[in-house]
């Protein structure tokens, strides 16, 4: 599993770090605007020390990271320790969102952007200065982590008192008692509705949301008694109504 890390210089302004993992895949980006000290001429011969590799880790084991760019810019490459700064690299995307797929054994990485022809380092990222006062940043790939257990565990619900459950008997009492009166939200159902078919030009309002996924029943006590039922659905911005008439024989 990888992970991205580095040890940031001391400054008045924070700068944060989002990094996402989806398997074994890391992925580093940042989320805050250009910031117009981050540009800088850096000197070639800067952060010349090979990569420094994990003593634990498989020399077969390859780890894929995703590095991405949001700062802007025509055209972004970037360079790092990972072959000795040899070869630079174009991300790929446009505008505001460039991003390049690595895969690369665990270890610990220093690179740069090179944004329209000038080396830029991130400083939302982890990034370090070396001894010519160059920055780069900081890309650590580990192959093993301990696991979060704290994070997995599920919170622990306090127990209620065996006092506060109870189980009474019905009695007689309970019937005679009145039954609650009905929301007013839910009595402004498509039936309680004037038909349209008697007023053509007047418009249908929309269900209410407390009067979704409900089923409605209601009696026609006229000279040919009906029962109508209905109910309301929404998907995205439209509302459907079905409403079912089935004769009703006592």
Known sequence: MGNVSGREEKSSREYYMECGQAQNLVILTSKLPQNPNMIMQIERGGFNESTRNYGSASPEKSIPAVISWIHGGTQVAIEGSWDDWKIRELLEGSGSGFSIFKVLKAGVYHYRFVVDGQWIYDPDLPHECDHLGNVFNVLDLKDNY?????????????????????NPAITLDDFDKKLPEMPPLLQQMPLNQPSSSKNPQRDLQKPLS???????IKRDGGSQPVVALSSSQRFRTKFVTNVLYKPFKK
């Open 146 to 166: 301990p696991e979060n257990t704290e994070r997995d565990q599920e919170p622990e619900c306090p127990s209620s008192p065996i006092s506060s459950y109870n």
């Open 210 to 216: 407390a009067n979704l996924n409900h089923l409605y």
